[in-house]
């Protein structure tokens, strides 16, 4: 079900995010691979990234993004109801990261719950759990947080890969609204068995041991064809079907708060819908791809400027490994 009969209360009451100290420049990459900051440029948009600090994990950052989102919204940890985490990145398998988050951050009574699997669109996914848990009664204020340590999963031989991701988390604080008419009007989804982009190793099928070390089994191995080829074709589409159901067309939509993949994607995508990139903000130049992360980049980007109004309308949609993507359409409140 996609087409919801009235709007879920829900809004961003909040947003947050956190970068590591330590910016890796193209320039410093050309020192490793065999690559210029022009052909980096040319093919990505990327001109630097973070990388976090060894001793550090992604919760570390996850809970520096959670704090000043809470603070953005005026909030506590003892308001939350739920703590959801979306990270391919997490800690390690047991215990939940969110677990972590949440016991770090001092939101002793929230639920703890796991994205995991969805890699750059757990985001989305997350938001619209939090949404139906906060429609639904009970929940009143759940916060997402998006963890990316990309750098933990990257083999650091592989161009293909290395010039792409960054390390970063973001984080949104939703409540309820009354805002009439306000919160979550509709959303798409849609997957594709592919691995394309996988991590081949670690899990039950292919466990820890020394040869899936020895083989790089743990790194993330990526088709750069294949992903371009899945995301410009499946993410117009969820866009467009998302609004529809809403009943908006593109010129009704404020903003476009997209998975930061790739420049060349962003611009396809927004070629594809004859959306203006104006509309499409950007942060992927600075800090790179970061995963489930990348989204809220750059709605933090707009709402931490003051720039995303009452009333405004606007799209939350990412495509993620596995092959999973999806969209949501929102009104804020």
Same mark, same amino acid.
């Given at each position: 079900m996609s087409r919801l009969r009235s709007p879920l209360p829900i809004r961003v009451?909040?947003?947050?995010?956190?970068?590591?100290?330590?910016?890796?420049?193209?320039?410093?990459?050309?020192?490793?691979?065999?690559?210029?900051?022009?052909?980096?440029?040319?093919?990505?948009?990327?001109r630097e990234r973070r990388r976090l600090e060894p001793e550090l *994990? $992604? =919760?570390?950052? /996850? %809970?520096?993004? +959670?704090?000043?989102?809470? @603070?953005?919204? &005026?909030?506590?940890?003892?308001?939350?109801?739920?703590?959801?985490?979306?990270?391919?990145?997490?800690?390690?398998?047991l215990p939940s990261t969110a677990l972590i988050v949440a016991d770090a951050l001092g939101a002793r009574r929230?639920?703890?719950?796991?994205?995991?699997?969805?890699?750059? *669109? $757990? =985001?989305?996914? /997350? %938001?619209?759990? +939090?949404?139906?848990?906060? @429609?639904?009664? &009970?929940?009143?204020?759940?916060?997402?947080?998006?963890?990316?340590?990309?750098?933990?999963?990257?083999?650091?031989?592989?161009?293909?890969?290395?010039?792409?991701?960054?390390?970063?988390?973001?984080?949104?604080?939703?409540?309820?609204?009354?805002?009439?008419?306000?919160?979550?009007?509709?959303?798409d989804y849609g997957s594709r068995l592919s691995y394309q982009v996988q991590i081949p190793a670690g899990g039950s099928r292919r466990p820890p041991?020394?040869?899936?070390?020895a083989t790089g089994g743990h790194y993330l191995a990526m088709d750069g064809r294949a992903v371009w080829n899945t995301a410009v074709i499946n993410l117009p589409a969820s866009i467009a079907a998302a609004a529809s159901r809403a009943d908006l067309t593109m010129a009704d939509v404020d903003h476009f708060f997209l998975h930061q993949a790739n420049l060349n994607i962003l611009t396809a995508v927004a070629e594809r819908l004859s959306v203006p990139m104006a509309r499409v903000p950007i942060t992927l130049d600075k800090i790179g791809n970061t995963g489930s992360a990348g989204a809220f980049?750059?709605?933090?980007?707009?709402?931490?400027?003051?720039?995303?109004?009452?009333?405004?309308?606007?799209?939350?949609?990412?495509i993620g490994a596995g092959f999973q993507w999806g969209t949501l359409c929102l009104r804020h409140g």
């Amino acid at each position: 079900m996609s087409r919801l009969r009235s709007p879920l209360p829900i809004r961003v009451a909040g947003t947050g995010v956190h970068l590591p100290d330590t910016v890796v420049t193209n320039q410093r990459l050309t020192e490793v691979f065999d690559t210029s900051d022009e052909w980096i440029v040319k093919r990505t948009g990327i001109r630097e990234r973070r990388r976090l600090e060894p001793e550090l *994990a $992604a =919760s570390d950052m /996850g %809970v520096a993004a +959670a704090r000043s989102a809470l @603070a953005a919204a &005026g909030r506590t940890p003892s308001d939350l109801d739920a703590v959801v985490v979306a990270s391919y990145t997490g800690d390690q398998p047991l215990p939940s990261t969110a677990l972590i988050v949440a016991d770090a951050l001092g939101a002793r009574r929230a639920m703890p719950i796991d994205v995991t699997q969805a890699a750059c *669109a $757990a =985001s989305v996914q /997350g %938001v619209l759990l +939090a949404a139906h848990l906060v @429609a639904g009664g &009970g929940f009143e204020t759940v916060l997402v947080v998006a963890a990316e340590a990309a750098s933990r999963v990257t083999d650091p031989g592989d161009r293909g890969t290395g010039v792409f991701f960054g390390d970063a988390a973001a984080a949104v604080v939703l409540s309820r609204t009354d805002a009439p008419e306000a919160g979550l009007l509709s959303f798409d989804y849609g997957s594709r068995l592919s691995y394309q982009v996988q991590i081949p190793a670690g899990g039950s099928r292919r466990p820890p041991c020394p040869e899936s070390v020895a083989t790089g089994g743990h790194y993330l191995a990526m088709d750069g064809r294949a992903v371009w080829n899945t995301a410009v074709i499946n993410l117009p589409a969820s866009i467009a079907a998302a609004a529809s159901r809403a009943d908006l067309t593109m010129a009704d939509v404020d903003h476009f708060f997209l998975h930061q993949a790739n420049l060349n994607i962003l611009t396809a995508v927004a070629e594809r819908l004859s959306v203006p990139m104006a509309r499409v903000p950007i942060t992927l130049d600075k800090i790179g791809n970061t995963g489930s992360a990348g989204a809220f980049t750059a709605l933090h980007e707009v709402h931490s400027r003051g720039l995303l109004k009452p009333g405004d309308q606007y799209i939350l949609s990412a495509i993620g490994a596995g092959f999973q993507w999806g969209t949501l359409c929102l009104r804020h409140g």
